[in-house]
Nanobody
């Protein structure tokens, strides 16, 4: 099973920026499309962004489009989520996972090879 580790979260003021990292160990990320998800307090986990295996295609939830940028460095076996213009409603725990390509952001599906959800990385946007 594929296991990814998220990092880079923290406490930031509204309008601030953070860059999240999603690192793989023990397997090569470049065979998989990757999705970022988040779970706000009291809400279900939702898709935020995704990137194809070679990085040529990306997609974003409407709520983050224009503010977040997903990218990947397959040489470093890492996927990133650059988050600018953070809003209070971006608060939550962010997770990454290998996904099946071809689904909408709202219906992202984890790849069958994906392991259990990791611990995620906490993002708190607060003044």
């Amino acid at each position: 099973q594929l296991q990814l580790v998220e990092s880079g979260g923290g406490l930031v003021q509204p309008g601030g920026s953070l860059t999240l990292s999603c690192a793989a160990s023990g397997f090569s990320l470049d065979n998989y499309a990757i999705g970022w998800f988040r779970q706000a307090p009291g809400k279900e986990r939702e898709g935020v962004s995704c990137i194809s295996a070679l990085g040529g295609s990306t997609n974003y939830a409407d709520s983050v489009r224009g503010r977040f940028t997903i990218s990947r460095d397959n040489a470093k076996n890492t996927v990133y989520l650059q988050m600018n213009g953070l809003k209070i409603e971006d608060t939550g725990v962010y997770y990454c996972a290998p996904i099946l390509w071809g689904f909408t952001i709202a219906t992202l599906r984890r790849h069958p090879d994906a392991g259990p959800w990791g611990q995620g990385t906490q993002v708190i946007v607060s003044s």
